[in-house]
């Protein structure tokens, strides 16, 4: 089922989920005790992240360095399929623009429309990752041209013409950043991309995590007011460490409100620092809620026990 179908059904709260593949190596057990913790509360899908692939150059041992091309955490395409056949849940998988070329991103979109996935997220991605590509090769430089090859395949159109081509079914979800992305020169630029992702075929979109819910009101009444009719889904975050005050800000380029910072400074050790978290987390929910939402998104990467906790006080799924 499309997300857009889901949000369109779905007429009390619920929440979706955002996880990460193990890194290369690691026990996919995770990703089962992640998910199957969260069944009791029906989550409605998955979103499942992607990484591009990093350079690594090795020194060898004759002075010389050999570059290595590799990608910390593979497997989001084989999660989809256990997600959706083994938990019956709407897998919802990351295809990001840097690091891959556009033939690498028709073959991973024909990948998933032959596993029957029917959602994905289209996404820019993290430029450091980025690579250049061969000659003969093209690349998506912004989300908006990732969301048109998505939208051009879904009526038959690869980058080849092909006789008799069939069309796929994807429904596309699209990043929004309430606090605006860090590269627009101000949150205007930034909602009319938004609507340029709209017109290209995004059916919805997930906001950027935020700890200030006037954000994302601000960002939704502006939004509309600029034509943007996509449902905006709010993206929320349980801040549970106090290194969290540093790495979130610098990572996802978001602000941390000054009565949370305060509170999470003056805990003693982290368990503290959870408990503030989590009461920060429910009354954002609380308030979300109030004001008509019904699909909290939460980004919970594979640890999973604050968000079970959230869960037992705000009694939705």
Request: glycine share 6%; with cysteine.
């Amino acid at each position: 089922m499309h997300v857009a179908e889901i949000l369109s059904r779905e007429k009390n709260p619920f929440i979706s989920v955002e996880i990460i593949p193990p890194r290369r190596g690691s026990n996919v057990q995770q990703v089962h005790s992640a998910v199957e913790s969260l069944l009791p509360y029906h989550p409605r899908y998955i979103n499942i992240t992607s990484h591009a692939a990093e350079v690594i150059w090795q020194e060898q041992p004759d002075g010389t360095f050999r570059r290595r091309v590799k990608r910390r955490s593979p497997g989001t395409f084989g999660l989809c399929a256990v997600i959706k056949y083994k938990y019956g849940i709407e897998p919802v998988p990351h295809l990001l623009c840097h690091g891959f070329t556009r033939e690498e991103t028709e073959d991973a979109l024909i990948e998933l429309h032959y596993l029957g996935v029917e959602n994905v997220m289209a996404l820019q991605g993290e430029e450091k990752y980025a690579r250049p590509p061969r000659p003969d090769r093209t690349v998506n430089a912004f989300a908006v041209e990732l969301v048109e090859q998505i939208s051009a395949m879904n009526r038959g159109c690869y980058l080849d013409e092909l006789t008799d081509a069939q069309p796929t079914n994807f429904c596309i979800g699209v990043a929004a950043y309430p606090e605006k992305h860090f590269q627009a020169p101000n949150l205007a630029f930034d909602i009319a991309n938004l609507k340029r992702k709209q017109e290209a075929g995004a059916s919805y979109a997930i906001t950027q995590m935020f700890f200030d819910n006037k954000y994302y009101f601000d960002f939704v009444e502006r939004a509309s007011a600029a034509g943007v009719r996509i449902p905006i889904i709010p993206g929320l975050k349980i801040l549970t460490r106090r290194e969290h005050l540093h790495s979130l800000p610098r990572n996802f380029y978001i602000t941390i409100p000054e009565a949370l910072a305060s509170a999470v400074l003056a805990a003693k050790d982290d368990t503290e620092v959870l408990e503030i978290g989590l009461e920060w987390a429910y009354q954002q929910a609380i308030d979300l809620l109030s004001h008509g939402v019904l699909n909290l998104h939460f980004y919970t990467m594979l640890y999973t026990r604050p968000l079970i906790r959230l869960m037992e006080r705000l009694k939705i799924g």
